[in-house]
């Protein structure tokens, strides 16, 4: 189709005896037109099917998890629960939406490790206690404990101002266990590795097919825009 547009913009080069810079505009137009109208047909295609894909079934989270409502839609907490007069949340992403253009053999290892952001508070503190995890499907490790406000506690893409505590794996070994031990009492173990990976899938599947979406329409629009020009 590209080339067609440019035969046919060739052609009226010849055909006509105009400046060339009319001529020049009216080629850009044409190969603009055939691209948009590739991009929107392969978008089309693409769209259709993603949307063909059949979800994982659902799972609900342990309990006494529950999901936040609108999580879908932001880059929050997911799910939430208290434990005496604690307040946890627990924000979720996918190592690899955080590390791009991984190997190929590393492609599953990267599905099925999840990174969770634990913030758990306490009513009059000022600060919460935040944790960041390893979960895959049959073990969680810590990767490092800090201490956060309450105002940077409320998402994973918050970023600490003050000391962020010391290396995790360079603390004394029983204090690491005890810290194991601590996330453990309150639920956070990989029995969350089902809900978070479902979903996460219905997250990503939705995100996928609004982009499609948006791009389209902003093409569609472009392309009617250039037509009525």
């Known amino acids: 189709m590209l080339r067609k547009a440019l035969a046919l913009a060739g052609s009226a080069l010849q055909q006509q005896h105009q400046p060339w810079r009319t001529i020049a505009c009216r080629r850009s137009s044409g190969v603009s037109s055939a ?27 342990p309990s006494p ?32 939406n955080i590390i791009a253009g991984g190997i190929a053999d590393e492609e599953e290892d990267g599905i099925n490790q999840l990174f969770l952001h634990v913030d758990i508070s306490k009513p009059g503190q000022k600060e919460s206690l935040h944790f960041l995890c390893g979960l895959y499907p049959d073990a969680l490790g810590i990767h490092s404990v800090s201490l956060r406000s309450k105002t940077e506690s409320s998402g994973f893409l918050s970023v600490p101002t003050n000391y962020g505590g010391p290396v995790f794996q360079d603390i004394d070994e029983k204090m690491r ?53």
């Open 177 to 229: 266990d005890a810290l194991h031990s601590f996330i453990e009492e309150r639920g956070i173990n990989e029995s969350l590795f089902p809900f978070l990976q479902a979903w996460l899938y219905v997250k990503d599947h939705r995100n996928l097919m609004r982009w499609f979406k948006t791009i389209g329409s902003l093409v569609n629009d472009r392309k009617q825009g250039a037509s009525h020009a």
């Open 65 to 96: 998890f529950t999901v936040l409502k609108g999580a879908l839609d932001h880059g929050g907490p997911v799910l939430r629960r208290t434990h005496g007069n604690e307040e946890i949340s627990i924000s979720v992403m996918r190592l690899a």
């Open 35 to 61: 691209v948009n109208s590739i991009i929107l047909r392969s978008l089309k295609d693409h769209y259709l099917e993603v949307s063909k894909m059949t979800p994982p079934p659902k799972v609900s989270p």
